[in-house]
């Protein structure tokens, strides 16, 4: 992911609809990604990941988006609900087994 | 599931002394053990690799005399933040992996380390 210490991006959607989170990353090389949504104070969780083999992948409520040509990851959250608030990253791997994360967005769902 | 425990989840230190930070992996021996630090508002960033028995690698830009990775078990790594001062002050996260090769990498984040230096 591109993160060099930018400030969250932010997101506010209403609770019910669909949410949009986008990610860009750098790295042509990258063959794995996998998006993590955090919590105030807590780590990261795990809630998708795609290949780079695949542009597509769904999960429950979310899927996400991979565009290899313009590095380019998105997540969809279908019917956003107040729980879902969170800060959302996408990552990246390459040949080794790092993972570097991008800026990430702030989600706020409003009731 | 993996789960990771972090330990503790809070210090406040006074300048100059150390302060060690344990990750563990609960139910699963990690290979690889990864150590990120976050600043209020921004994303994670990778300070460290720690594959266990060797010496962790370092990224670029982070003092590796400053942070002590130890990772002598495969259920255990440490980081000692040595001399800490106050710009030290940010939350550590680490994360594990059982390892490479396979289907469902599963890197596994622990809840994170609030180091306050004073």
């Known amino acids: 992911g591109e993160s060099v210490g930018l400030h969250l991006p932010t997101l506010s959607v209403q609770e019910g609809d669909n949410s949009i989170i986008n990610c860009a990353y750098s790295?042509?090389?990258?063959?794995?990604f996998i998006w993590y949504k955090q919590e105030s104070g807590k780590g990261p969780q795990f809630i998708i990941d795609?290949?780079?083999?695949?542009d597509k992948r769904q999960g429950q409520r979310v899927t996400v988006l991979l565009n290899k040509t313009v590095k380019h990851l998105s997540l969809q959250i279908a019917a956003t609900q107040p729980g879902d608030s969170a800060v959302y990253f996408c990552a990246d791997k390459t040949t080794g087994n790092q993972f570097y994360f991008g800026t990430g967005t702030s989600l706020t769902v409003i009731p | 599931g993996a789960v990771v425990s972090q330990h503790p989840s809070r210090v406040i230190c006074k300048s100059g002394t150390s302060v060690k930070i344990e990750c563990r992996s609960l139910?699963?021996?990690?290979?690889?053990m990864f150590w990120y630090r976050q600043f209020p508002k921004q994303s994670l960033m990778l300070m460290a690799t720690s594959n266990e028995g060797s010496k962790a690698t370092y990224e670029q830009g982070v003092e590796k005399d400053k942070f002590l990775i130890n990772h002598a078990s495969l259920t255990l790594s440490t980081l000692t933040v040595t001399s800490a001062h106050p710009e030290d002050s940010s939350f550590y996260i680490c994360?594990?992996?059982?390892?490479?090769?396979?289907?469902?990498?599963?890197?596994?984040f622990g809840s994170g380390t609030r180091l306050t230096v004073v």
């Open positions: 994360s594990a992996t059982p390892g490479t090769g396979l289907a469902n990498y599963g890197y596994t």
């Open positions: 139910d699963f021996q990690a290979t690889t």
């Open positions: 790295n042509s090389a990258s063959d794995y």
């Open positions: 795609i290949r780079s083999n695949m």
